[in-house]
C-alpha cells in the first residue's frame, strides 16, 4: 500500500451507493440477478455469504429475494466504516434482519461452512493475488454440494487491442456518467497497486483447479463481469 492508495475509509463509504452505481457498469442488474441466483440455488437451512459487501448491495438483493426462514445470511467486511454504516441501513432495506449477521473482518480469516451460496461481488480483485487460490480453496471447501460462487470482477483480456478498447469504452462510460477526465485519471492512478484485475481464463483455470464445475461468465460488459461456478 502506497500514499495516495485507494481505502475504503469513512469519506468513500459515504459516498459509495453513487460511486459504485456511477463507476460499475451493469452494478445494479448484476447485483438483482445475484437475488435471483441465490433464491434459485440456497439450500434448506444453510448458510449465504456476502464476502466484501460493503454497505450490503448483494446482501440486500439477495434477502428481499428469498422468501425462506431457514437461511442466515452473513455478511463480511474489513472496512469498519462500510460495516457500520451497512448496520445502520439494515431496517430501512430488508424486512427480516434476523436472517442477516455482519462480521468486521478480513475475509481470509471468514470460518465458511454449510455454504450454499457464496458472493464475491467486486471484491476478489483487491485480495493480493497470490493469497485468491487460498482463499477460494477455503470457500470451496466450507460450501455444499450443488452450491453456488458467484465473482464479479473487473477483468482484462488477452488480446491487447481489446483490452485498450474496453478500457476506452468504461472511460467513456464514466465521462457520461458524469465523471471529467481528470477524475477518472485519479481514480485509475490510486487503484493502480490496489485492484488487480486478471483475464477470464486465469478465473476459469484456478476454480477448475480448485474443483469447481460449470464456470462460466453470465454477464459482462466491457471489462467488467461476473462469474458463476458450481460446487
Ligand atoms: C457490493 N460487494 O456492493 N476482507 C474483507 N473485505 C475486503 C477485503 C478483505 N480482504 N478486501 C476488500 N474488501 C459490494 C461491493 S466493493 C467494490 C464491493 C468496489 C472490501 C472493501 O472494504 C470494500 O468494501 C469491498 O471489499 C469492495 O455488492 O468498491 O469496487
Redesign the pocket.
Known sequence: MLPGDFV?DAK?ANV?ED??NR??PG?STI?AM?GVLAERYCQANSTIY??????????FAVLNRIQREDIQLIA????KA?IEKLKETVSDNIKNPRNLSCQC????DTDISNASVV?????L???PAEQRTELLKKVFAGMRVGGILII?EKITFPDKKLNQLFIEMYHSFKENMGYSKLEIAQKRAALENV?LPETLEIHKTRLTEIGFRSFDAWFQCFNFASMVAFK
Do not use: P, W
Not at 50 to 59: I, K, M, R, T
Not at 119 to 123: A, G, V
Open positions: 475504503f468513500v459509495f460511486m459504485i463507476s460499475i452494478y447485483t445475484i456476502d464476502l466484501g459487501c460493503s454497505l450490503g448491495g448483494a446482501s463480511v467486511d474489513n472496512s462500510m473482518e478480513d475475509i481470509l458472493i464475491l461481488n467486486f471484491t480483485q483487491f485480495v464479479s485492484l
